[in-house]
């Protein structure tokens, strides 16, 4: 059975700076091309940054020039390094596969990101 664990999430003042980093059990990352995704209250869940197998990164418009992605698959993690935050960033944070959104893919619990003004 796959789980995915992410964590680092944390409540920040706007402009601040988190960390998040996702493990799984159950499932190697090397071949899949990832992505973290968060959901707000009340919206949709959203990508907001892949890395692929191969390392190429891509990020939403919302996010670029203040999140990196980044992957370490000998020790199977996906990180999300955010810098200066912002209260519209608050959302829970997922990470899974990066087509995990059409595929119906098993989700983990998520971190919570809190950005206060």
């Known amino acids: 059975q796959v789980q995915l664990v992410e964590s680092g999430g944390g409540l920040v003042q706007a402009g601040g700076s988190l960390r998040l980093s996702c493990t799984a059990q159950?499932?190697?990352?090397?071949?899949?091309?990832m992505a973290w995704y968060r959901q707000a209250p009340g919206k949709q869940r959203e990508a907001v940054a892949t890395?692929?197998?191969?390392?190429?990164?891509n990020y939403a418009d919302s996010v670029k020039g203040r999140f990196t992605v980044s992957r370490n698959d000998a020790k199977n993690t996906v990180n999300l390094q955010m810098n200066s935050l912002q209260p519209e960033d608050t959302a829970v944070y997922f990470c899974?596969?990066?087509?995990?959104?059409?595929?119906?893919?098993?989700w983990g619990q998520g971190t919570q990101v809190t950005v206060s003004s």
């Open positions: 899974n596969a990066a087509n995990a959104l059409q595929s119906g893919a098993d």
């Open positions: 159950g499932t190697r990352f090397r071949f899949r091309d």
């Open positions: 890395v692929s197998r191969w390392g190429t990164t």
